[in-house]
């Protein structure tokens, strides 16, 4: 069961700046687009063939929107890092990291993402550099669920292009919880 003193810790990041900006690894580029549409079926013309995209009032080619998080992904070898942090009772010197501590430590370890709300503000385009700035939105109390008691966390995104003008705004929801106990288990 939480209690009230870690509900009182973990609304103390409400509104936090929950990592440094993560800058893209690589600009956007055709050749991640077309990756991105042949994982997901998704061969709309605007996505790879300039004509189509101007006779649909773009300029050239333009990315999937739903690609935007993509950009900013910071790859398995970081992943890795912050596994091993959290294996040792460690964290990044970030807000997010010191969070998902401490509530590792009062033993709500799984995860599961629950949804994501994304507002776009103008096509990502070939060329454009993307850079992510996350906040803290909001952290539940406690909630019970099937997967057992738990802390929903949404982050807040801006996405900005190399220009910082807001290209995508995003609300991804996780779950942080205790997992419950199976009948039968030992």
Same mark, same amino acid.
């Given at each position: 069961?939480?209690?009230?003193?870690?509900?009182?810790?973990?609304?103390?990041?409400?509104?936090?700046?929950?990592?440094?900006?993560?800058?893209?690894?690589?600009?956007?580029?055709?050749?991640?687009?077309?990756?991105?549409?042949?994982?997901?079926?998704?061969?709309?013309?605007?996505?790879?063939?300039?004509?189509?995209?101007?006779?649909?009032?773009?300029?050239?080619?333009?990315?999937?929107?739903?690609?935007?998080?993509?950009?900013?992904?910071?790859?398995?070898?970081?992943?890795?890092?912050?596994?091993?942090?959290?294996?040792?009772?460690?964290?990044? *010197?970030?807000?997010?990291? /010191?969070?998902?501590?401490? %509530?590792? $430590?009062?033993?709500? !370890?799984?995860?599961?993402?629950? +949804?994501?709300?994304?507002?776009?503000?103008?096509?990502?385009?070939?060329?454009?550099?993307?850079?992510?700035?996350?906040?803290?939105?909001?952290?539940?109390?406690?909630?019970?669920?099937?997967?057992?008691?738990?802390?929903?966390?949404?982050?807040?995104?801006?996405?900005?292009?190399?220009? *910082?003008?807001?290209?995508? /705004?995003?609300?991804?929801? %996780?779950? $942080?919880?205790?997992? !419950?106990?199976?009948?039968?288990? +030992?």
């Amino acid at each position: 069961m939480t209690t009230p003193a870690l509900d009182e810790l973990l609304q103390t990041y409400v509104g936090r700046e929950a990592e440094p900006p993560r800058v893209a690894r690589y600009p956007v580029n055709a050749a991640m687009i077309r990756n991105w549409i042949e994982a997901h079926d998704d061969f709309n013309p605007v996505y790879v063939d300039d004509q189509a995209a101007r006779e649909a009032g773009r300029d050239d080619i333009i990315c999937p929107p739903a690609m935007i998080s993509t950009w900013v992904m910071s790859g398995y070898r970081r992943y890795r890092d912050v596994q091993r942090l959290r294996a040792q009772g460690r964290s990044e *010197d970030f807000a997010y990291s /010191e969070l998902m501590n401490h %509530l590792d $430590r009062a033993g709500f !370890t799984s995860v599961v993402a629950t +949804n994501v709300e994304q507002s776009y503000h103008r096509d990502l385009r070939p060329g454009d550099h993307i850079t992510a700035h996350y906040t803290i939105e909001s952290v539940s109390g406690p909630k019970t669920t099937a997967l057992g008691e738990g802390h929903f966390i949404t982050l807040y995104k801006r996405y900005l292009d190399q220009s *910082d003008d807001l290209v995508a /705004e995003e609300w991804f929801r %996780l779950l $942080r919880f205790r997992p !419950t106990a199976k009948e039968g288990a +030992n």
